[in-house]
């Protein structure tokens, strides 16, 4: 931490603690090392602010890549656990539960489709998605088997599993790690002709991000998932939907498709849809897709057992009321007018929708990682990605004179920044 920007910048700034030291140190030799998370320690979570271990507070602008949208320690789905927990946790698929119904049944009808089918992680839904499209293309649309093709988008994160990072371009995510799954094509984000130049006669679906979240908070033209949504139609391919990080209320709609007017066959759910209390994740669409699947072909031993159930439940009722969209939508015009303001003083670009933003820095000034360890120094916890671009993604339940706060602490960052740079000259 000594080394950081943060203290070439403010000396005087304190290093950790020995407490804080000492936890990260413990993680460091006993945790395998697949994150490079900012040196700070997390204890204890309220609304869109959480605590270190030393009492220090901190705004929370990642919400766990939009899993705790409604806030830390949310009361509402506290209580839905809670009250959960003192009945039954886990039954397994092999016999029925009261909570799964009832679930199943309140989520296919926010989405407006017919089926679900849970999960728990964001990976495993897109798994799933990938197996349901092709059990569909071989036994309703025909393919040969061992055929089927997906079309997915240059750019893309869904998750790092074998499978997935088969189809990823992120050398960070792919290499190393083949032989690689065949089956996918990729083609240019937001190109509908190169989708349509990619789908043949073995295509059973294309897979897409409405918004690429960990390529940047990237927002296609508004005609590109219209477009796409037309070519699925009308070469009998599947549109299928991962809303895991833009979906249920980030963006200020229940999805991301919404803001265009596009009904994907599938839906893929996750993160906010365990309201940051346990890992909870869907496959959303209608009985003439998922019906598709018989048992024995797919599970989970976790999936849709009675605790996340419940929680997911008490997601669905939040959502079901529209507030969060609202909120969602109100904030985030708020955080892109006064984001658009730091354009030229050290921001280059800024993109959005809802209350998710991707801010790319001038390099010249410091790389993502940089800057989001500034402003932890301030106390704001944001998340870099690629370069030099950091994003801003706090809990929809978050105060308008906090956010204001946390784009004046990002000011404050880049100021010091140009000063250092043009002191440097």
Request: aromatic fraction near 6%.
């Amino acid at each position: 931490m000594t080394d950081t920007v943060a203290h070439r910048i403010h000396p005087s700034t304190p290093a950790p603690t020995e407490r804080q030291a000492q936890a990260i140190a413990l993680e460091d030799e006993h945790a395998a090392h697949n994150y490079h998370p900012l040196p700070v320690v997390i204890a204890e979570g309220q609304g869109a602010w959480v605590t270190d271990i030393d009492g220090r507070r901190y705004l929370d602008c990642l919400a766990a890549y939009s899993a705790v949208n409604f806030g830390h320690s949310n009361p509402v789905l506290l209580d839905a656990a809670r009250a959960q927990l003192d009945r039954i946790t886990l039954t397994s698929r092999a016999f029925h539960n009261d909570q799964l119904g009832p679930f199943v049944t309140e989520l296919a009808a926010l989405a407006g489709k017919d089926m679900v089918l849970p999960m728990n992680t964001g990976a495993e839904a897109v798994e799933t998605a990938i197996k349901v499209a092709r059990a569909w293309g071989y036994r309703v649309k025909g393919v040969p088997d061992g055929r089927a093709n997906i079309v997915v988008m240059a750019g893309n994160f869904h998750g790092r599993t074998t499978t997935i990072v088969s189809f990823s371009d992120d050398p960070d995510a792919r290499d190393g790690f083949g032989p690689y799954t065949p089956g996918f094509r990729s083609v240019p984000y937001g190109d509908a002709a190169a989708v349509a130049d990619a789908i043949d006669e073995d295509t059973v679906a294309v897979l897409v991000e409405p918004i690429q979240g960990e390529a940047g908070v990237v927002v296609p033209s508004p005609d590109f998932l219209p477009a796409v949504r037309a070519l699925c139609d009308e070469r009998r391919v599947l549109l299928v939907a991962d809303e895991i990080q833009s979906g249920l209320g980030r963006v200020g709609a229940t999805f991301a498709c919404d803001l265009v007017g596009v009904v994907p066959d599938l839906y893929l759910l996750g993160k906010a849809l365990g309201g940051g209390i346990v890992p909870v994740s869907a496959v959303v669409g209608n009985r003439d897709v998922l019906g598709v699947l018989h048992p024995g072909e797919h599970g989970s031993t976790f999936g849709g057992n009675p605790l996340a159930a419940a929680v997911g439940r008490a997601v669905v009722a939040l959502l079901a009321t529209g507030e969060p969209q609202e909120r969602a939508e109100l904030l985030g015009r708020r955080l892109r007018g006064d984001l658009v303001r730091l354009m030229g003083h050290g921001v280059r670009e800024v993109r959005g929708a809802g209350l998710w933003a991707g801010i790319d820095i001038d390099p010249a000034l410091a790389t993502g990682r940089e800057v989001c360890e500034l402003l932890m120094e301030r106390g704001v916890l944001a998340k870099d990605t690629h370069g030099s671009t950091i994003r801003l993604a706090p809990p929809i339940v978050v105060e308008p004179g906090d956010l204001d706060w946390a784009v004046e602490q990002l000011e404050a960052v880049l100021r010091e920044l140009g000063e250092r740079e043009f002191g440097e000259r």
